[in-house]
């Protein structure tokens, strides 16, 4: 049986939640049926040995929009030199539609534009991704979005798939004897253990995260924080935990293969993000029977359980470090109650899910 080409094209492969979400797939899908190749407008690749393993090529341009006019002419070069089944290309906002365009332009049968975020990095793109959105049917055939925020965001009213953020809940679960095992590992047996997971981005609000942890210092002079990520606002972090005079408190950990492990060792994961998709860390600390308080502005559709509580950001840090406390105090992981929301999760689902989008290319 014939293999079908599946191109995925994201900004890199580094440690942010869609390319954990991508990578979760390629380990899950059948690959004697389906390959994965990846086109990158960077070198960030934490991935490369796991993706050459499956069989994966990986593929480089140059960088948008710095570089946009050299990014155009190697992206034309590459649909001229290959062919895929399908292209799907991850986004947090419609700015960069050369790939789609080109796809379009040599015939690919399933063009998927992936939407993972609900805004753009930077306001100035705004008018660009509105104008976009009234041109993707010229070269899209096919939405997809990890949330129904994040397809409004990007598609409006025009119709659209949801495929959540999988995660592997054999790894993703709680295991208390392992939890005593690890903090005793990494030296917090009587810490009050905060724990946060996600690149160092202004859209993950990690100042207004150490201004939590400060205040949450003042009640329980036990606390340490694990932060766990890289990204290119991880230097003013640390430069403020210093600063402060807690960087005996604070740990960060960089990019993780064992963040499941990690979050066993925790007491609370704290998610003040300014904007998301549909995060998958947090999709994962909740199936680790984590207790989360989380930003409000995040959508109700990642509630999995009883154990997450939604907070706006725009309340003091004093109030988030009371109801951080709070919310440990009332939650006991091993009596955690899932609802039903949380089946959409598993990745057995999704896999189904996404083969379901990607045999279409064989109709078509």
């Given amino acids: 049986m014939r293999k079908i080409k599946v191109l995925h094209i994201i900004n890199g492969m580094g440690s942010g939640g869609a390319e954990m979400v991508i990578m979760n797939w390629y380990r899950h899908i059948n690959r004697e049926r389906y390959q994965f190749d990846f086109l990158l407008r960077t070198?960030?690749?934490?991935?490369?040995?796991?993706?050459?393993?499956?069989?994966?090529?990986?593929?480089?341009?140059?960088?948008?929009?710095?570089?946009w006019n050299k990014n155009y002419k190697e992206t034309e070069e590459f649909f001229v030199q290959h062919k895929y089944d399908v292209v799907h290309i991850h986004a947090n906002a419609l700015i960069y539609m050369k790939a789609a365009i080109e796809a379009k332009k040599h015939n690919t049968?399933?063009?998927?534009?992936?939407?993972?975020?609900?805004?753009?990095?930077?306001?100035?793109?705004?008018?660009?991704?509105?104008?976009?959105?009234?041109?993707?049917?010229?070269?899209?055939?096919?939405?997809?979005?990890?949330?129904?925020?994040?397809?409004?965001?990007?598609?409006?009213?025009?119709?659209?798939?949801?495929i959540e953020n999988a995660v592997d809940t054999k790894i993703f679960n709680y295991y208390p004897k392992q939890r005593e095992?690890?903090?005793?590992?990494?030296?917090?047996?009587?810490?009050?253990?905060?724990?946060?997971?996600?690149?160092?981005?202004?859209?993950?609000?990690?100042?207004?995260?150490?201004?939590?942890?400060?205040?949450?210092?003042?009640?329980?002079?036990?606390?340490?924080?694990?932060l766990i990520g890289e990204g290119s606002e991880k230097k003013n972090i640390e430069d403020k935990v210093k600063k402060i005079g807690i960087d005996n408190k604070v740990r960060f950990l960089g990019v993780r293969a064992d963040v499941a492990?990690?979050?066993?060792?925790?007491?609370?994961?704290?998610?003040?993000?300014?904007?998301?998709g549909l995060p998958v860390a947090l999709i994962e600390a909740q199936f680790t029977h984590l207790p989360c308080i989380v930003s409000s502005n995040i959508s109700r559709e990642v509630q999995l359980n009883n154990a997450i509580k939604f907070y706006p950001i725009e309340n003091s840090a004093k109030d988030w470090a009371l109801e951080t406390i709070e919310l440990v105090n009332q939650c006991e992981r091993?009596?955690?109650?899932?609802?039903?929301?949380?089946?959409?999760?598993?990745?057995?689902?999704?896999?189904?899910?996404?083969e379901q989008v990607y045999l279409q290319s064989n109709r078509i």
């Fill in 43 to 67: 070198k960030t690749n934490i991935y490369k040995n796991e993706i050459e393993e499956y069989g994966g090529n990986i593929y480089y341009t140059s960088t948008f929009p710095k570089h």
């Fill in 261 to 276: 492990q990690i979050e066993q060792l925790m007491d609370v994961f704290v998610f003040p993000s300014r904007f998301e």
């Fill in 109 to 162: 049968p399933i063009i998927i534009m992936h939407s993972h975020s609900t805004k753009t990095a930077k306001k100035i793109y705004l008018p660009l991704h509105k104008l976009n959105m009234f041109r993707l049917d010229k070269y899209v055939n096919i939405k997809l979005a990890c949330s129904e925020k994040a397809g409004k965001w990007m598609f409006g009213k025009e119709k659209y798939q949801i």
């Fill in 181 to 226: 095992e690890l903090r005793q590992q990494y030296g917090v047996t009587d810490s009050f253990v905060v724990g946060h997971v996600g690149r160092f981005l202004p859209s993950k609000n990690h100042l207004f995260l150490i201004d939590i942890f400060v205040e949450i210092l003042k009640i329980k002079q036990n606390a340490v924080l694990l």
């Fill in 334 to 354: 091993e009596k955690v109650l899932f609802n039903t929301n949380s089946q959409k999760y598993h990745i057995e689902k999704i896999i189904n899910d996404l």
